[in-house]
């Protein structure tokens, strides 16, 4: 079974630009969530989608977002780019079914905002 | 969501076991206790998970304490593949679905 992808891997945007990163997860599973991980902050949660719709959404402002296609497919989106937006952006995808509930990361978008 | 307690590094020998700690003294009775691990230059991977007796596969073992306030993530014989950020996590799945919350992990080094 294909794990799951992310696209691109590597990224460099100049602040104020925007940006849209997309993940494919694994085939079968209908959740995914996404991640940003930056050496101060660690891993933080943005948001989950399931069946095209956000189920769970982190502290992050509205400049991030996301949205989930019928085939699973999600793509995040940052707007407006700041510095600080600089990270590694993990997609994790799982069952998304109630109860315990393996999420397998993707290898991760590097985002150099300059 | 349940605080974690993890040490920053811990290093250890090849082909040793390995004893990794955390401490979840705030868990709720419904919490799942999640391992996960992030090798360098990749996203996290699963590890393991329980919730109140000791679990084991073919990766490593899970052992709970009694009151759940800790929980020991025990590699058996440590492979300089091993060598990773391990992150424990409590989860509940309640409501919050998708929704693992990392804390800074314990750096594992393994020496040849």
């Known amino acids: 079974k294909a794990g799951v992808t992310q696209t691109p891997r590597y990224l460099i945007k100049t602040r104020g630009q925007q940006v849209t990163l997309s993940c494919s997860p694994i085939?079968?599973?209908?959740?995914v969530s996404w991640y940003q991980q930056t050496p101060g902050q660690g891993l933080q949660f943005l948001f989950e989608?399931?069946?095209?719709?956000?189920?769970n959404k982190g502290n992050f402002p509205g400049r991030f977002s996301g949205r989930q296609f019928s085939n699973s497919r999600s793509e995040m989106n940052v707007s407006t780019l700041e510095l600080g937006d600089s990270a590694l952006y993990l997609c994790?995808?799982?069952?998304?079914?109630?109860?315990?509930?393996?999420?397998?990361f993707g290898p991760g978008t590097r985002l150099t905002v300059l | 969501d349940a605080k974690t307690t993890q040490p920053n590094s811990m290093e250890s020998n090849e082909e040793e076991p390995v004893h990794l700690p955390c401490n979840h003294s705030?868990?709720?009775?419904?919490?799942?206790i999640h391992w996960y691990r992030q090798l360098p230059s990749q996203g996290p991977e699963y590890v393991i998970h329980?919730?109140?007796s000791n679990v084991n596969n073919r990766m490593a073992s899970l052992a709970i304490a009694e009151d759940r306030k800790s929980s020991t993530l025990i590699l058996h014989r440590a492979t300089l593949r091993d060598a990773a950020v391990y992150y424990c996590?409590?989860?509940?799945?309640?409501?919050?679905?998708?929704?693992?919350?990392f804390g800074k992990g314990t750096k594992l080094s393994v020496k040849p």
């Open positions: 994790a995808s799982s069952y998304g079914t109630r109860g315990p509930d393996t999420q397998y």
């Open positions: 085939s079968g599973h209908r959740s």
């Open positions: 989608y399931f069946s095209e719709t956000q189920r």
């Open positions: 705030t868990i709720s009775g419904t919490d799942y």
């Open positions: 329980g919730l109140t």
């Open positions: 996590i409590p989860a509940n799945y309640g409501g919050s679905q998708g929704n693992l919350i």
